[in-house]
Nanobody, 129 residues
């Protein structure tokens, strides 16, 4: 079993920046092929934000955050970060870290919640206007 521990988040004014971190922890050796961030606003479905492949460093972004957010990883520490710049009120929501132990060749599948085996508890991000 893999546990995902998120940190960061909080309240920021429009145009500001925040950084989220997620650490994958397990008592046993485990394999992760990709990790991602999703977010969920009140009354809305959970949506894809960004993903990164563990072996190839390939990154993928939702159109709404492209050029503003950067996802990165540290293989040695089994962590990923999400640097969020130019934040907008519509970025407000609970941000979830996710990991998958399945290799998906298609990047489209990395944008789906169904592709991920492990989830963090979520951190709140609030952007005020």
């Amino acid at each position: 079993q893999v546990q995902l521990q998120e940190s960061g988040g909080g309240l920021v004014q429009e145009g500001g920046s925040l950084r989220l971190s997620c650490a994958a922890v397990s008592e046993r050796t485990f394999s992760i092929y990709a990790m991602a961030w999703f977010r969920q606003a009140p009354g809305k479905e959970r949506e894809f934000v960004a993903a990164i492949r563990w072996d190839a460093y390939s990154t993928y972004y939702a159109d709404s955050v492209k050029s503003r957010f950067i996802i990165s990883k540290d293989n040695a520490k089994n962590t990923i970060d999400l640097q969020m710049n130019g934040l907008k009120p519509e970025d407000t929501g609970v941000y979830y870290c996710a990991a998958t132990s399945t290799y998906y060749r298609s990047s489209v599948l990395l944008r789906s919640t169904a592709s991920y085996d492990y989830w963090g508890q979520g951190v709140q991000v609030t952007v005020s206007s």
